[in-house]
């Protein structure tokens, strides 16, 4: 990439023109992605669906981060107990397993990148659109199960604007684990996610996000689930300057089935804001959403939850719950669930608190010999539990609960 | 043992305890009775070091060592155990993990070594079968969904595993079948020894059947109004509080 540093409005303004302008071979889709994004702006408080995550306001105010290195040599990931195959993508630059595989997986890196019809409107999608070079891609063969994880390392080092996509499928009753994790301490990221879940298929998505203070993220993941698919997400942030992840899912066809759940972890002035749409079409499908936001000092805690169901949707069985502690009056919490249905025979629910640690726990375990921190660290980690409990993998259960502890240690 | 002189609590700006004195001396069991709303759980709560309970005066020491000053869980680890009166449910904190990183807290508060994951399990197993606690709810998460009887059980089964040097049991026995109260006098009369000491608050004299107390206290308007010998509880369960009350 060759865009200057993000300084100032007007240098990443000109940033963003140069890098467009760098690039040496741009679609059409792309230059009318980046008209769009033009017009938009970064999305401001005012827009609907952006209230709490000021983009505008906070790319105004992004320092520049270390300049990026040359240096490609990364520390191990979290997860490399796991023995996942490892894709690296660092400041953009996707780095692909000399000569690891897995069988039944096919990946590469992909020239043309996606676009999708709902992102219409979506300024920060139209962005990465216009501006993302290549793509990371890979499918699952039809009825492969894949033990091993696929582990996605979002690397960002730099002051230089990111923009990252990954395509992917499982294709018919097919099985695969997919980790994404945000690392560095960059300026801005933007990452586009395209997974298909064909008919049958079983997807776990794991998104971890241990970056640095200052870094500005957005994660869009778009879901289309297959007849009778599976989805199994369960993400853990511990924020950023400012830090979105959404997923949209559609179910167009009957009988699939997801959890999408998430919990932040924040101190200091950090954000994390998950947003996620869930669009049901076809009958019969079940939806399970978790959240849990956790937030001492200044940190900000964001759940917006949409579940769409629409008059053909009947029997959708969809639940929503998200919860909030806040370890000081500073800390905030703000949640949006929403339901908007148009099928009668559907069991649709959601539920939101937000509240403090109960002070009555706080005596009883300190009764029993536990110090303040101790005993606060219980109960959050009881708070998170839920969530971290949930997650079907073994090993990278442990990885999240060690990330949970790690964070636990400076409460 | 535990020696509380002239103590003056206040909750939300009402003074409850009013002056009390009260002296429990090592190897000793006293009953405290009194009607509700006396100020029983407020002086458990306050020994214990509940901070909502201002304390305006007064002295409160367990073998010389003053307890106000200290952390709840410094006295904790001084041996100082506390049975609920209502004891809490907490959700996703799991019993054994709990009972294991509260006694390694106070072990390691103490310079003691850690108790290993093995011999705390055997320990766990063992003495959850005395007060009457099977293996499935030990292992979930600490007293959610269980009976009033049950949880006091669990108080019971962290006494035993504690082994404190002083312990409170603010009404233990509320709420238990004849033959938790039997287990909770056993448990309390095994641990019984030269230098432990309990103070057991209570309404009724059935536990005290039980645990033969040394001494029997009334507490009524924020004081000890009566002391006296086990006779007293039998007293009491005839003819009421009003007397006292009354000389109060
Ligand atoms: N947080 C509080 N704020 C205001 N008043 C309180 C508070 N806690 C306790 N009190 C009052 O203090 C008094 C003593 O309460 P306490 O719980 O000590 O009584 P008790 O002797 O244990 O009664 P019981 O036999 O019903 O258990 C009561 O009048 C109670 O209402
Ligand atoms: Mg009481």
Redesign the pocket.
Known sequence: MSSTPLITPSTLDAGLKAAFAARSKTSEAQAAAFERFEKLGFPNRRVEGWKWSDFNAVTRRVQPANDITNDNTVAPSVFAGLNPLEIQIINGRIILPESDTIDGIEFGILDSVGTSPHMEDHAIAALNVALTRKAFGFSVAEGVSVERPLLIRHINTGSTPIFTQTMARAEANSRVKIIESFEGAGAYYSTLFHLGVRDGAHVERYLLQDAGAEMVTHGFCGVMMGRDAQFRQTSLSTGGALCRHETHMLYPGPDGDSNINSASLLSGERHTDFTTIVAHQGEGCKTRQLHKGVARDRGRNIFQGKFLVERTAQKTDAKMTANALLLSDTAEANHKPELEIYADDVECAHGSTSGALDDDALFYLRQRGLDEHGARALLIDAFVGEVIDGIGDDGVREVFRAGVAQWLEAV | MLKIEDLHVA??G?E?LTGLTLDVPAGEVHAIM?P???????LSHTIAGRD?YEVRGGRVTLDGDNLLELDPDERAAKGLFLSF?HPLEIPGVQTMTFIRTAMNAQRKARGEEEISAADFLKRVREKAKIVGLDDAKIKRPFNVGFSGGEKKRMEMLQMTMFEPRFAIMD?TDSGLDIDALKMVGDVVNELRDPSRGFLVITHYQRLLDYIKPDAVHVLAGGKIVKSGGAELAAELERSGYDQFIEAA
């Open positions: 909750v939300g009402a409850i009194g509700n709303g006396s100020g029983k759980s407020t909502a009166q009404e």
